[in-house]
């Protein structure tokens, strides 16, 4: 994480700032209504977002007032205010024309700011912006009063809720994930008390910067989700209709902020927007142990079961897999239908993250076959892949009922270690040149 720097508006407020990256060209990003630029740091989606936008400009983050760590605010907060916020930091940094980034309520000071200023901005992007809350007439696709008065009142008990059960009506694809929707629950409590949100949102349906899109003269890109719920996209093609010569890209997905579904095309679009070519970027590598289980005869116990006993089954292990996973530093990667691939920083860990799960399922009169292989993996967004995770499978499936089996490479790294480990002979993984010893762990 950079570190956090403040910038003083015109009335004195601080104004917390970050800047990733190097420039040119310079992308000052005004995000949501609530942020913590600090906390954001936290989740590996927003990261991930940050150093590929980093990879090609000077990216610029901060807190508008009343949120994160930026000065509070105590009465009405106007659209001119979170504008000389962008101003601030602009100047602080001392900027030349550089291109505004806003999503969500941050595309208002955005579009704002470039139509008042366009000597001092050199493009604007807009992701799934607003620029008129309500619903109206001229509108038809915003918030209709009942449902702004209802999400309201709901602010105290959401903010409540720590397991983050509403962040499902913002980002949709995050209903399965427990763990993002519970990191959305700690950053929209870190980011404003419930009384500063009501005030901020107050401010939101209050400001309508529709009058000002002709006034921007320029470049603009409008991105959105083509299926998002929380603002329609027929508000982006409204502003992509009235900015003269805007360019409107559709995308795939239903979730509303930047750095969930298809970030990466979202990041391509903005790249060649900016620097005007859209380059491949090699995949991340890292080195990694991965851990593979499988549920030893799933399909005879499936049949045995039903369809919905056998999904309450695999819920139920997956939820004690996940536990073990967190309590041994793990990342859950995915399920893999009767099965899951997690990955470790190190073999240690694994083997014993892997000997934990193999004893807290058999209280679901379940058997695994476990299996981990340590090599440099690619990284994949939310995925993993490559050969390592290749072998991984592969040594999982020879696993005897019961068996943590690992490859020579485990076994190497881990000498001098308290693990003891049985030689169970060459084998050929399919897919995978040459001949691999494997080793069984011992005990345990």
Same mark, same amino acid.
């Given at each position: 994480m950079p570190e956090t720097r403040y910038a003083r508006t015109p009335d004195g407020a601080h104004i917390a700032y970050q800047v990733v990256g190097t420039g040119p060209p310079d992308i000052v990003y005004a995000n949501s209504f609530m942020s913590h630029i600090e906390v954001s740091w936290e989740y590996p989606r927003a990261v991930s977002f940050y150093e590929r936008m980093a990879a090609f400009s000077r990216l610029v983050l901060f807190d508008r007032r009343g949120t994160g760590l930026s000065d509070p605010i105590v009465d009405r907060f106007v659209i001119e205010d979170r504008s000389a916020d962008l101003g601030a930091v602009i100047d602080d940094l001392e900027l030349e024309r550089p291109v505004l980034l806003?999503?969500?309520?941050?595309?208002?000071?955005?579009?704002?700011f470039a139509a008042l200023n366009p000597e001092r901005v050199a493009g604007l992007i807009l992701f799934s912006t607003t620029v008129a809350t309500l619903a109206s007439d001229e509108a038809p696709w915003g918030w209709s009063r009942e449902f702004f008065d209802s999400f309201l009142d709901s602010i105290g008990a959401t903010w409540a809720d720590r397991r983050g059960d509403g962040v499902v009506l913002v980002n949709p694809s995050l209903a399965d994930d427990a763990d993002a929707r519970a990191w959305y629950a700690r950053y929209f409590r870190l980011s404003a008390s419930p009384s500063l949100v009501r005030t901020l949102l107050t401010g939101v349906v209050e400001a309508d910067v529709r009058g000002l899109l002709p006034l921007v003269e320029v470049p603009t890109l409008v991105l959105h989700r083509s299926d998002e719920t929380w603002l329609r996209v027929e508000g982006s093609r409204y502003v992509a209709d009235h900015i003269p010569d805007a360019k409107l890209v559709e995308l795939p997905g239903t979730d509303h902020y930047i750095w969930e579904q298809n970030a990466e095309a979202v990041v391509e679009e903005i790249e060649e927007f900016v620097t005007g070519v859209r380059r491949e970027r090699p995949a991340q590598r890292s080195v990694k142990s991965v851990l593979f289980t499988d549920i030893v005869g799933s399909t005879a116990v499936a049949q045995a079961l039903g369809d919905e006993r056998w999904r309450r089954l695999l819920d139920r292990h997956e939820a004690l897999v996940r536990r073990q996973v967190e309590r041994f530093d793990g990342r859950f990667v995915k399920s893999t239908g009767d099965?899951?691939?997690?990955?470790?920083?190190?073999?240690?860990? %694994?083997? +014993?993250? !892997?000997?934990? /799960?193999?004893?807290? &399922?058999?209280?679901?009169? #379940? !058997? #695994?076959?476990? @299996?981990?292989?340590? @090599?440099? &993996?690619?990284?994949?967004?939310?995925? &993993? @892949? @490559? /050969?390592?995770?290749?072998?991984? !499978?592969?040594? %999982? %499936?020879? !696993?005897?009922t019961g068996e943590v089996l690992v490859s020579r490479t485990v076994v190497d790294l881990l000498v001098g270690s308290?693990?003891?480990?049985?030689? +169970?002979g060459e084998h050929e993984l399919k897919g995978v040149p040459g001949n691999w010893r494997l080793f069984a762990v011992e005990g345990h």
């Open positions: 806003g999503s969500s309520e941050g595309g208002m000071t955005c579009t704002h099965g899951v691939l997690i990955t470790f920083d190190g073999p240690a860990r %694994a083997i +014993r993250c !892997a000997l934990a /799960i193999r004893e807290a &399922v058999r209280g679901l009169d #379940l !058997a #695994l076959r476990l @299996g981990i292989h340590t @090599g440099e &993996v690619e990284l994949r967004s939310d995925d &993993v @892949g @490559g /050969i390592a995770v290749h072998i991984g !499978a592969r040594v %999982a %499936a020879l !696993a005897d308290d693990f003891g480990f049985t030689d +169970r």
